[in-house]
Each structure stands twice: as C-alpha cells, then as structure tokens.
C-alpha cells in the first residue's frame, strides 16, 4: 500500500495546504517518513489523516466558483467501529461546506471494503448539501465495495459512477461530466 501514491498531476492547479480555506492548509510533507498505517500496512506520507484509523484522503482539487471537492480515498471506511463519517464530516466537509462546495466527488477506487454504521451523519449531510442543490458521488468504487455500499441503507446519499480515466480529464471536465450524469438521472426520475 506505501506505494499508492495520491493523484498528483493536478498539483500545479491546487495543493490542499496552500489553500486558506481548505481543512490541510499548512500542512507539510514528507517523502520518506513513511508515518501513517492502515492496519499494519504503511501508505504514502502524501495521504491526509482526519481522525479514522482505517480510511485516509487526499484534496486533490477545489474550486470555489463552481462549488465542487474531489476528494481521493484510501483504506477501509468503517462506520460501525471507526465511525469515519462523523470524522470526514466534521473534520473535512463541513469545513468545506462552511466555504460554499456542495458538490463531492469521492474517488474511491482505493477503499477496499465499507462497513456500515449511524445514518444520522449522512442525512445531517445530505441535508446540508441539499439545500444547495448539492450531491455526492461515489467514483469507481470496486466491486466489492460497492455490494458493501449497496447493502447499506445508505446508498441514497450516493451517486455510484464509473470513469475509469479520469487521470485524463482536467477537474472541471470530471465536474462537468458529473454534473450532466446526474442532470440527466434527476430528469428521469422527475
């Protein structure tokens, strides 16, 4: 796992702790301090711990005009012992909430198992964002997490989304493809 390295081509476009207004603003990093462990496994030291041992992150990008986070995971996110979600929400999104973004764009194809937990957290969220006409997306989640997701009664906070190369897009061309995906669900169903 130390060699999963966050996305880092968008680096000359945002960094999370030059950013005032971001939860790991000031943060320094270390290249070779191999600190941080899920279970007993080292990751890179360019993950963001919040509070969970087992589920890390990192801000890949914000932007502030448009109101959208996506926000890059690793680990297991674990409701029922951990209780991640009351961490990544007081920690991490409320903080951005407080600065505008209501649209969360979660690229989790490194979370390799979810464990659920309290909804309270995720509707107090929800409702957050909702008023904002906000959404979350859940962003090539692999198979097995994402049967662990759909067996929760929290999938309704979620949009599940494939884009296998995402790597290839600037962060606006994902928001925007995003945001045209769900347009397009909300007309159907509505």
């Excluded at 589920?55 to 959208?68: A, R």
């Excluded at 979370?111 to 979350?136: K, P, R, S």
């Excluded at 759909?150 to 906070?157: P, T």
Aim: net charge negative; no cysteine.
């Amino acid at each position: 796992m130390h060699d999963i390295e966050p996305f880092f081509n968008w680096r000359h476009l945002y960094t999370s702790e030059e950013d005032e207004n971001s939860p790991f603003f000031g943060r320094e990093y270390s290249e070779f301090e191999f600190s941080h462990t899920i279970y007993n496994y080292y990751i890179h030291p360019q993950w963001d711990h919040f509070g969970s041992h087992t589920l890390y992150l990192k801000l890949l990008f914000v932007d502030y005009d448009l109101n959208f986070a996506i926000i890059e995971m690793i680990g297991e996110w674990n409701d029922a012992v951990e209780s991640d979600i009351i961490a990544l929400k007081r920690d991490v999104l409320d903080l951005l909430i407080e600065k505008g973004i209501y649209h969360f764009i979660f690229i989790t194809e490194n979370v390799l198992n979810f464990h659920n937990g309290d909804e309270d957290y995720y509707d107090e969220l929800y409702e957050n964002i909702g008023e904002h006409h906000g959404w979350m997306v859940l962003l090539n989640t692999p198979i097995p997490t994402l049967h662990d997701f759909h067996e929760s009664r929290i999938k309704s906070y979620f949009h599940f989304m494939e884009m296998p190369d995402w790597r290839t897009f600037q962060p606006v061309d994902i928001f925007q493809f995003i945001s045209n995906k769900i347009l397009k669900i909300e007309n159907q169903d509505g």
